[in-house]
C-alpha cells in the first residue's frame, strides 16, 4: 500500500549495504591497518566514514536522483584521478609507517574526526562506488521507488554497511594483541603495496577514460 511501512525493503537495503562493504578492496585494508595500529575505536570510526558514503550513494540511487548520478559518472575520471593519487600517497606513507606510530597512514594528530572524515572523503571519490549501487538498484529493479521506501532502502544501506565495519573492527581488535611490532611493520608494508596497486589501477583507468 502507498505510504505503508515496508520493513522488507529495509532488509534489502542492509543486505545491499553489508555485501558492497564486504569487498575486499584498499578500503577494508586502511580500516584493518589502523585497527591494528590505532584500536577498535578508530577503526570502527574509519568504517563509519566508509557506511556514511555508502547510504549516500545508495541514497542517490534509490531516490532515482539520475541528474546527481549522471554528474558523479560524468566526473568519473576526476575522482578516480583524485583517489588514486590520495590511495598512492596513503600507500607510501603506510609502507613506511613506524610500527610503534599513532597512525602513519592519515595525520593521527586530527584524531577520531580526522580518521572519520579521510575514509569518508576517500569513499565518496571512488566512482565505482556510485557505480556498484545504480548497477545494483537497476538490475534488482528497486528504482522509481516511493520516497518512503527509498528513504527506508537508504537507512537499510547505511545500517548494513555500519554493521560490517563494527564486526570487523571488533574480530581485527581481537586479534591485534597477538600482533608483534615486527609482524605489524610487515602488515604495514603488504597493506601499503596493495593500497598503491589500486591507487595505480585507478589512476591508469582514469587517464584511459
Avoid: C
Avoid at 17 to 24: E, F, H
Amino acid at each position: 500500500m502507498e505510504g505503508s511501512l515496508d520493513l522488507a525493503v529495509l532488509g534489502q537495503g542492509f543486505g545491499l549495504g553489508l555485501t558492497i562493504a564486504a569487498a575486499v578492496g584498499p578500503i577494508s585494508l586502511l580500516v584493518i591497518r589502523r585497527t591494528l595500529a590505532e584500536g577498535r575505536l578508530v577503526g570502527l570510526v574509519s568504517g563509519l566514514g566508509v557506511a556514511t558514503a555508502d547510504g549516500t550513494y545508495g541514497g542517490i540511487a534509490a531516490f532515482g536522483l539520475t541528474a546527481i548520478t549522471d554528474v558523479l559518472v560524468g566526473g568519473e575520471r576526476i575522482l578516480g584521478l583524485v583517489g588514486g593519487l590520495f590511495l598512492v600517497s596513503l600507500a607510501w606513507r603506510t609502507s613506511r609507517a613506524r610500527p610503534a606510530a599513532a597512525a602513519a597512514d592519515i595525520a593521527p594528530r586530527r584524531g577520531l574526526p580526522g580518521a572519520y572524515l579521510s575514509v569518508l572523503g576517500l569513499t565518496l571519490t571512488n566512482p565505482l562506488t556510485i557505480l556498484s549501487f545504480a548497477a545494483l538498484f537497476a538490475g534488482l529493479g528497486i528504482t522509481n521507488r516511493t520516497p518512503l521506501d527509498a528513504g527506508l532502502m537508504t537507512l537499510g544501506v547505511l545500517a548494513g554497511s555500519a554493521s560490517w565495519w563494527l564486526l570487523l573492527t571488533t574480530v581485527v581488535a581481537k586479534l591485534r594483541r597477538r600482533i608483534t611490532p615486527r609482524l605489524l611493520h610487515g602488515i604495514n608494508l603488504v597493506s601499503g603495496l596493495l593500497i598503491g596497486a589500486f591507487g595505480l589501477v585507478a589512476i591508469g583507468l582514469a587517464i584511459r577514460g
